[in-house]
């Protein structure tokens, strides 16, 4: 073959593209089930540091049934069965009404007390924004929070992701007097009272995003979590009158 030919250089051109091809697909397929196992590991370290459990990603997988005691879905206020927690698509249940989402729900046990972890989805400047959030069992009172982002800005709203901001919703309440979902303000210019936390500086559409964030998935939990808990506190209650 002349190799002076354009048809010689077409020809090994399309070559290299399927050989190319070949070995990025045969790459992928092949480390996948490394990376679902990563993402998996990952998930599990996020929602174990919501109650304070710091472990690295395998050591989260060991630790993870050690304390996540129940998983539930909620739909409509009501559990739904025959979906597996762990696997709903937050970022495709997000899109719907709330009452309508299949909502993930943990139940985690440390040192004796009980503490429910809801997994958030939303929206920053530059893209998607996530987390989880820890109530205590008043269902109101913050016991840990992390936050995670895809691609905000570095040193301005990917700030969320640091450990200093989360910590500030320790404590924090999430109903108001009455009991209602309230939510949590996230303030330029400092907090001042348990329904607020300081935003960070340069992040205002981030901060905002959280803000929003919060509020929104918690609709699909506290109307449940109210009925549930108190449910729980009651068959309790029997168990031990019994």
Known sequence: MDVNKNSYTF??????????????????????????????????QNILSSIGIDVSRPEAAVQYPTYITKQLVINENQLKEGVDAFNVDMAK????????????????????????IIPLRGTGLWGPIWGYIALEGDLDTIYGAVFDHQGETPGLGAEIKEASFGEQFIGKKVLDATGDLYGINILKGGASNEHEVDGISGGTITSVGVEDMIKDCLKSYIPFLKE???????????????
């Open 228 to 242: 549930y808990s108190g449910a729980t506190a009651s068959a309790t209650a029997q168990q031990v009158t019994n």
């Open 93 to 116: 249940e997000v899109r719907k009404p709330a009452i309508e989402r299949d909502a993930p729900l943990y139940i985690a046990e440390k040192d004796g007390q009980t503490y429910y």
């Open 11 to 44: 020809i090994f051109a399309a070559i290299m593209v399927v050989v190319v091809a070949a070995a990025l697909s045969f790459a992928a397929t092949t480390l996948k089930p490394f990376q679902d196992n990563n993402v998996e590991q990952e998930k599990m």
